[in-house]
């Protein structure tokens, strides 16, 4: 039991990195969840990505890390309405385009300064054993602002997921809750950036999300569910990489990936696995917690 516990118990940076990381699940479980419902996978990867750019300005002016990340998330969603709207290219296409164009921006302004060779790897892969008591208290500010706003919102972000159409004739604009999605996924990266990087934020939002649908019909147990998974993979892949001195980071988002493989081998492959799309007869795979 030691072996479970010992770390925890006897390490002070093992307990903050357990609890940023279970804080970062529950994060990642209410827009993540949402984000597999609606195939929103390529998008959450693409702001996970590009808010590197602002990121390294503002390590290379000395402001706030976190403030560059969320500049750079609104520059990133910003640039994909506008192709959006001026342009007759797909939603892929515009998100494609930014997503290369603000990596590679990033990795241009890194590589002006010799000093940042150390600090892109804490970046893309994070520094979840570092984290102090100021940064769980945003992290717990903004899983708390998040799992509110997802849970007041989540009728409308659940016809998102099965139609456009469906939203708007329901009385929800679809072009302003989507904004507001895209808003907290770029919420959730700012947030998370630092303790599981850039990089491995994205596994967090949708490997535990993945594991949930596969396992249940109803979004608010989804919801839990992700979270819960999220968690046990914290803790999981802490272990570890404690004990065989692994990247504490990355052995957490490889262990939630785990745990996908597994529930899906339950269930017997992809039959089990939930879609928020409508079917032949027009109904929705996922059911709605009132």
């Not at 279970?22 to 693409?46: E, P």
């Not at 494609?96 to 590589?111: E, P, R, W, Y």
């Amino acid at each position: 039991m030691n072996e479970l516990f010992g770390p925890f118990v006897d390490n002070e940076f093992m307990r903050h990195a357990l609890l940023a990381g279970v804080l970062v699940s529950i994060l990642c479980a209410c827009v993540g969840t949402f984000m597999v419902l609606r195939g929103l996978a390529f998008v959450g990867d693409a702001l996970a990505h590009g808010v590197l750019p602002g990121i390294a300005i503002a390590m290379l002016v000395g402001a706030p890390a976190f403030a560059g990340a969320a500049v750079g998330a609104l520059v990133m969603m910003g640039g994909v309405n506008v192709v959006q709207r001026r342009t007759r290219l797909s939603p892929d296409t515009a998100v494609g385009l930014l997503f290369v164009g603000m990596l590679a921006l990033g990795v241009i302004i890194t590589s002006r300064s010799a000093s940042f060779s150390g600090d892109i790897t804490h970046i893309l892969f994070g520094e979840i054993l570092s984290v102090d008591s100021v940064h769980l208290a945003w992290i717990g500010v903004t899983a708390f602002v998040v799992g509110v706003t997802t849970w007041a919102l989540r009728r409308p972000f659940l016809l998102l997921s099965i139609d456009n159409d469906l939203a708007d004739t329901s009385g929800f604009r679809s072009n302003r809750y989507n904004t507001v999605m895209m808003m907290l996924i770029g919420a959730v990266v700012v947030a998370s950036f630092q303790t599981v990087g850039t990089l491995l934020v994205f596994g967090m939002l949708v490997a535990p999300a993945a594991t949930a649908a596969l396992i249940t019909r109803r979004l608010g147990t989804m919801i839990l569910v992700a979270s819960v998974v999220g968690s046990i993979s914290t803790w999981v892949g802490l272990l570890v990489s404690y004990h065989a001195d692994l990247a504490a980071g990355a052995t957490v988002v490889v262990t939630a990936v785990c745990f996908f493989v597994v529930a899906l081998i339950v269930r017997g492959g992809t039959s089990g696995f939930v879609s928020a799309h409508p079917s032949h007869s027009g109904h929705a795979h996922v059911g709605h917690d009132h």
